[in-house]
Nanobody
Framework: QVQLVESGGGLVEPGGSLRLSCVAS????????MGWYRQAPGSQRELVAT???????RYGEVVRGRFTVYKDNAKNMVILQMNSLSPEDTAVYYC???????????????WGQGTQVTVSS
């Protein structure tokens, strides 16, 4: 009933920038939280950045100061602006949303399919 579709991943040189976007669609009544996690090969999925209504932004320590997350409520979209990228940022980036589906009574977690970000010279 809900889809999260990421876009904007690709190859970028160290020190460069990349902009990821995620659009949520389907029978969505309300989105409480939306943002990004990432997972590198052999590593666990980790927080990148999220925005929660009424709370604010949360950033992973490793990306704080370099990445910025923006949430557009009207478009059910979240943007991740990544600057000063390094090879350590190479990972699959997953869009996340905590939302309420129409005609349901409880919020649920949803994940996108992921988009590859590779930082290499």
């Amino acid at each position: 009933q809900v889809q999260l579709v990421e876009s904007g991943g690709g190859l970028v040189e160290p020190g460069g920038s990349l902009r990821l976007s995620c659009v949520a669609s389907g029978r969505i009544f309300s989105i409480n939280s939306m943002g990004w996690y990432r997972q590198a090969p052999g590593s666990q999925r980790e927080l990148v950045a999220t925005y929660t209504n009424g709370v604010g932004y949360r950033y992973g320590e490793v990306v704080r100061g370099r990445f910025t997350v923006y949430k557009d409520n009207a478009k059910n979209m979240v943007i991740l602006q990544m600057n000063s990228l390094s090879p350590e940022d190479t990972a699959v980036y997953y869009c996340y949303a905590h939302l309420l589906i129409r005609d349901q009574t409880t919020y649920s977690d949803h994940w996108g399919q992921g988009t590859q970000v590779t930082v290499s010279s």
